[in-house]
C-alpha cells in the first residue's frame, strides 16, 4: 500500500445531481396527497374531502403501530433467542453510544465523520491542505510514516483516475470508534479498469480491479484538523484479485505491474514457518506416542 488513492468524476456528480433534483420536484408536484387532490377537485364536496383525510390520518396511524408492532415482535425474538448469553452480551460487548457519550472530545462524532468525508472528496486534502494538520502524517502498512509535505508531494505525482477513468472507491461503514473518539473508522472497496496510462508511464492493460474491504481511519485534533491518515490494511485477502494486497500494491499486482519486492507481492509461506509447522506437526504424534509408553493419557 503506497498511497491513498481517489478520483472525483465532477461534472458526472453534478449532471446526476441535477437530474435527481428535477426528479423530486416532479415527483412532489405530481404526488400530493389524495386527501389534498380530493379537496382541490370540483367533483368532491367538502364533506368528502374531510372524509378523505381523516381516513388517511388512520391509516397512517394503523400503519406506524403496526410497524412499531413489528419491529418490537422481531426484537423481542432476538433477545429470547439470546437469553443464554446474556451475561456474556453485559460483560463483553461495547456499549459504543454510551462510551461516546461520556466523551469529552470536543469535536462531535457527526462533525468528525463530516470532516473525514470532506477530506476524501478533496483528494485526500490535496486539493484543501488545511483540512490536515501541520502534524499529519500517512500510515500504510507498509510505507509510512510521512509527513504532510512529503504526502502531498507523492501523493500529487500518483493520479489514480489518469489510469482508471471509471476508479469507483466504494468507502462505507463510517464510525468514530468508542475507545478512541477523535479516530474515525470507514471501509473502501475500490474497483475500477485500466483503461489510461498510469503514473505518466505504465500503459493500459485494460485489466479490471477488484480490491478486497480495506480498514481506513483519520485521526484529529480538537481544531478537527486530521493528524493521521491510514489506508491500505486489507479485512479479508481471500477477496478481490489483488492478490490480498491493499492500496496500490495491490492495484499495480492486479493490472500485472506488481513492484519487484517481497512486500509488493501476495503472501507467501516463508521457510521458517513452513519448518515450524511442519515441525510441530512432527511433535505431537511423538508426544502421544511417549505417554502411550509410559501409560499416561492424552
Known sequence: SLLPIHFIARRSTHAVAAMFAIASSVATAGSAAPSARLASSRRVSPRAAQIAR????????????EGDASAGD??????????????????QMVDEAAMLASSTFPVSPETL??????ILAKNNGAEEPA????????????VGPLGKEEFLKAFASFKIEEGFP??????????????EPNRVWYD????????????????PTNKRVEA??????????????????????????????TGGLGGVFGILYAIGYGLPFP????????????????????????????????????
Open 54 to 65: 381523516a381516513s388517511n390520518r388512520r391509516s397512517s396511524a394503523i400503519a406506524a403501530v
Open 113 to 118: 465523520i463530516a470532516n473525514t468525508k470532506r
Open 263 to 298: 512486500e509488493a507481492q501476495p503472501w507467501q509461506k516463508s521457510i521458517q514457518y513452513d519448518l515450524f509447522q511442519k515441525v510441530s506437526g512432527m511433535i505431537s504424534p511423538i508426544q502421544k506416542f511417549v505417554k502411550g509408553l509410559s501409560g499416561g493419557s492424552d
Open 188 to 203: 473502501a472497496r475500490f474497483t475500477g479498469t485500466n483503461t489510461g496510462k498510469l503514473a505518466g508511464s505504465l500503459e
Open 74 to 91: 422481531a426484537s423481542t425474538a432476538v433477545a429470547d433467542k439470546n437469553d443464554d448469553i446474556a451475561e456474556f452480551l453485559a460483560t
Open 212 to 241: 478486497p474491504p480495506q480498514a481506513c481511519s483519520m485521526l484529529f485534533n480538537e481544531k478537527g484538523e486530521a493528524t493521521q491518515l491510514t489506508v491500505g490494511y486489507v479485512m479479508d485477502r481471500q477477496l478481490g484479485n
Open 131 to 142: 483540512l490536515l494538520a501541520s502534524d499529519f502524517k500517512f500510515v500504510a502498512p507498509v
Open 166 to 179: 471509471d476508479a469507483k472507491f466504494g468507502y462505507y461503514a463510517f464510525r468514530v470508534d468508542p475507545f
